[in-house]
């Protein structure tokens, strides 16, 4: 697997604890989630890896013969097995790590998804929380041999079949039949390198930065391995035609830059940098710059605090790591030198952007608990998070003047947050969240912005306050937006609530806001609501930047119709139970995919994950009939909706139906995530009345 080169996974193992202790985090052992729905483990662990993992692998985890492999799959009505194309192992190991993490102990996850104990370590700390998201914790499963299935097990097994055949047809998890899409399809839409004279010229603009994350990037380390491009020339392409200046990416410093005072990190560093540099030069084509997010300096095991002369630099502990501290110098020179190693190496990056509070732990001030440390402690939050800035900031303009640094003020504590924009150096743009704070009443119960939202259409008070506050300092402002998604539905490229979206733009335009982060690492799709979102911005009016993105996808014929549906769609979002436990921990990212247990598993719902039959976090400030309801109405308004997307998709031309029907698709599919969480929530309560009632009543 290419997903590391073979130095990074050197340095890894230097990185991390002793051998002495476990590599790979157990969190508290509990029993895995059972699945007696399937005859044995064994078969689902067929049945969740069948045409994703081949035969051959599942059978050399679980010492079998391919062919038994096989024969299991066809007992339960699963296709013939095929082909399993290249990129699946490099973009998929995620969803496989998922679908197997309540089945398998690590030892044979390992041999699963073909990594080694220092690459599993990597992703679960580095790609995006994944840890985080898997809940802390490795279920304890005991390994899975294989054994001929007894006759309890086959019938159980030609009973799935059955089911799978009335309500799938043949075929299930097989070759794509007629209107399907392959897994990962969406890929050959933007597979292809263009001649220059196939790119419209643009010129780079850093002074008015529009610039969001790949639709489709692998998070964890994207440079280390030069086949997983995550900006390929036809998505740069089609990304520059609805007005995005500049795309960025996740990367860890440690991998960037070699250090004499840390001469275990930056191995790799070349081929990391000379994939970045293949980057920039061919974004720079389309006019777009190349940004880099930096959630800096990560925190090390204690291991790396043991080396000689290492002690002074532990900050405050978080589980199994301490943040290296930012009020130590050697810190701060090492965060402005490995920049300025970058930026120097890659002259034409656009800039960087900074999370400083949140995200992973980095500075003792960046998870609000200095107190940990003996000299942090003694300073002010807003003190250390300027500093921080600071130094990444400097880093940055000694490797290359007139690359930028964007300040992001997410997850700063309010009481602080002038300080901090006070502290700022002078030269970096400040971002902040244009939604975040704004007050809200869904269901009757009153909430305020916390996170990313489209159904809450911002600025709200926490953005307007802060920029005023920075161009008071003569800083330029970059407003944070999504305009295709946001955990409020992460599962669909972009939401079809067009109207919200140029209201958005509308309400921004009026800001004088310099730039735009139009995507987290969620949202980055060349959509039709980036195009309106743009053009409204630019002066156009909202009826008239929906109007044209309706005759584009709809002809004149279905325009009006379109048109309709979009005012539902956005009327029925504004009915979303917004709420931080909403957003992360309901079910509406996994849908009907989330299983329906009889009994209840004792498993707390995860960030955007593992949503299990938690309904009391699912539901955050709301009651089970107002969470429910909230839902349902969310839900009907999408159908009520649909109706007239229908009514649209049947009056578009021959030239433009494929389109209009693939809008239809991602609009039918939110409305079933959000009934569906409706849908779950009803159940999970009924089994729990159910559980509460006399025997005789049950």
């Known amino acids: 697997m290419r997903l590391l080169p073979l130095l990074a996974l050197v340095v890894l193992l230097s990185l991390h604890a002793p051998a002495a202790e476990p590599l790979l985090p157990e969190g508290k052992a509990t029993p895995p989630v059972p699945?007696?729905?399937?005859?044995?483990?064994?078969?689902?662990?067929?049945?969740?890896?069948?045409?994703?993992?081949?035969?051959?692998?599942?059978?050399?985890?679980?010492?079998?013969?391919?062919?038994?492999?096989?024969?299991?799959?066809?007992?339960?009505?699963?296709?013939?097995?095929?082909?399993?194309?290249?990129?699946?192992?490099s973009r998929l190991y995620l969803t496989v790590l998922r679908r197997n993490w309540h089945l398998l102990p690590y030892p044979q996850l390992l041999k699963l998804v073909d990594m080694m104990p220092e690459q599993l370590a990597y992703v679960l700390r580095e790609d995006d929380f994944f840890w985080a998201k898997l809940g802390y914790v490795k279920p304890k499963c005991e390994p899975i041999a294989w054994a001929e299935p007894d006759a309890a097990a086959k019938a159980r097994a030609a009973e799935i079949r059955e089911l799978a055949l009335k309500h799938f047809g043949p075929g299930v998890a097989?070759?794509?039949?007629?209107?399907?899409?392959?897994?990962?399809?969406?890929?050959?839409?933007?597979?292809?390198?263009?001649?220059?004279?196939?790119?419209?010229?643009?010129?780079?603009?850093?002074?008015?930065?529009?610039?969001?994350?790949?639709?489709?990037?692998?998070?964890?380390?994207?440079?280390?391995?030069?086949?997983?491009?995550?900006?390929?020339?036809?998505?740069?392409?089609?990304?520059?035609?609805?007005?995005?200046?500049?795309?960025?990416?996740h990367v860890v410093l440690r991998d960037l830059a070699p250090s004499k005072v840390f001469p275990e990190f930056g191995r790799g560093w070349e081929q990391r940098l000379a994939s970045l540099r293949k980057l920039v030069d061919r974004a720079k084509r389309f006019g777009i710059a190349v940004y880099l997010y930096q959630n800096e300096p990560r925190a090390m095991p204690e291991a790396f605090y043991k080396v000689a002369g290492r002690a002074e630099l532990a900050g405050v502990l978080e589980g199994e790591f301490r943040a290296m501290c930012t009020s130590r110098l050697e810190v701060r020179q090492w965060l402005t030198e490995s920049l300025a190693h970058v930026f120097s190496n890659v002259p034409d990056l656009g800039g960087a952007f900074t999370i400083t509070a949140s995200e992973n732990l980095t500075s003792c001030a960046s998870h609000h608990k200095p107190a940990g440390c003996p000299r942090c402690a003694k300073r002010k939050p807003a003190e250390i998070i300027a500093e921080v800035n600071t130094a990444i900031?400097?880093?940055?303009?000694?490797?290359?003047?007139?690359?930028?640094?964007?300040?992001?003020?997410?997850?700063?504590?309010?009481?602080?947050?002038?300080?901090?924009?006070?502290?700022?150096?002078?030269?970096?743009?400040?971002?902040?969240?244009?939604?975040?704070?704004?007050?809200?009443?869904?269901?009757?119960?009153?909430?305020?912005?916390?996170?990313?939202?489209?159904?809450?259409?911002?600025?709200?008070?926490?953005?307007?306050?802060?920029?005023?506050?920075?161009?008071?300092?003569?800083?330029?402002?970059?407003?944070?937006?999504?305009?295709?998604?946001?955990?409020?539905?992460?599962?669909?490229?972009?939401?079809?609530?067009?109207?919200?979206?140029?209201?958005?733009?509308?309400?921004?335009?009026?800001?004088?806001?310099?730039?735009?982060?139009?995507?987290?690492?969620?949202?980055?799709?060349?959509?039709?609501?980036?195009?309106?979102f743009q053009s409204v911005l630019g002066g156009t009016t909202p009826d008239a930047a929906i109007d044209a993105a309706a005759r584009e996808l709809f002809g004149d014929a279905g325009a009006p119709a379109a048109r309709r549906a979009w005012r539902a769609y956005s009327a029925a979002f504004e009915q979303f139970p917004y709420g931080p436990g909403v957003l992360y921990l309901a079910p509406q990212q996994t849908g009907p995919a989330n299983l329906l247990f009889e009994k209840p598993t004792g498993y707390t719902a995860t960030m955007v994950c593992f949503p299990y039959d938690d309904l009391k976090r699912w539901r955050g400030p709301y009651l089970e009939d107002v969470f429910i309801a909230q839902f349902e109405k969310v839900a009907d308004g999408f159908r009520d909706a649909e109706t007239a997307l229908a009514d649209a998709v049947a009056k578009t031309g021959p030239d433009r139906a494929a389109a209009a029907k693939r809008e239809f698709d991602i609009a039918r599919a939110a409305r079933v995530h959000f009934a569906s969480v409706a849908h779950q929530a009803r159940f999970v309560r009924a089994r729990e009345m159910l559980a509460k009632a006399p025997p005789d009543q049950r």
């Open 174 to 249: 097989g070759p794509a039949g007629p209107g399907e899409e392959e897994p990962l399809a969406f890929l050959n839409e933007f597979a292809g390198d263009l001649a220059d004279d196939q790119i419209t010229p643009r010129k780079l603009d850093l002074n008015h930065p529009r610039f969001l994350y790949s639709y489709f990037a692998v998070f964890g380390d994207p440079l280390s391995d030069p086949t997983l491009d995550p900006y390929p020339d036809k998505l740069l392409a089609r990304l520059a035609d609805v007005g995005v200046n500049g795309v960025w990416l």
């Open 393 to 532: 900031a400097a880093g940055v303009r000694k490797g290359s003047p007139t690359a930028r640094t964007i300040v992001w003020d997410w997850g700063w504590k309010d009481e602080y947050a002038a300080d901090v924009i006070a502290g700022l150096p002078e030269g970096v743009f400040f971002e902040s969240v244009s939604e975040w704070s704004l007050p809200l009443n869904r269901g009757g119960v009153p909430v305020a912005v916390g996170e990313y939202s489209i159904s809450a259409v911002g600025p709200g008070p926490r953005a307007t306050k802060h920029w005023a506050l920075a161009k008071a300092r003569g800083l330029k402002t970059v407003a944070k937006v999504q305009v295709n998604n946001t955990w409020e539905l992460s599962a669909v490229p972009y939401l079809p609530t067009m109207d919200l979206v140029v209201r958005h733009a509308q309400n921004l335009s009026k800001q004088g806001v310099d730039g735009l982060q139009l995507s987290w690492s969620l949202g980055g799709h060349p959509s039709p609501n980036l195009k309106v």
């Open 35 to 89: 699945v007696d729905h399937f005859p044995s483990r064994l078969h689902a662990l067929v049945w969740r890896n069948w045409n994703l993992v081949s035969a051959e692998r599942m059978a050399a985890v679980v010492g079998a013969r391919a062919d038994d492999v096989r024969a299991l799959a066809a007992s339960m009505g699963l296709a013939a097995e095929r082909p399993i194309p290249a990129h699946y192992k």
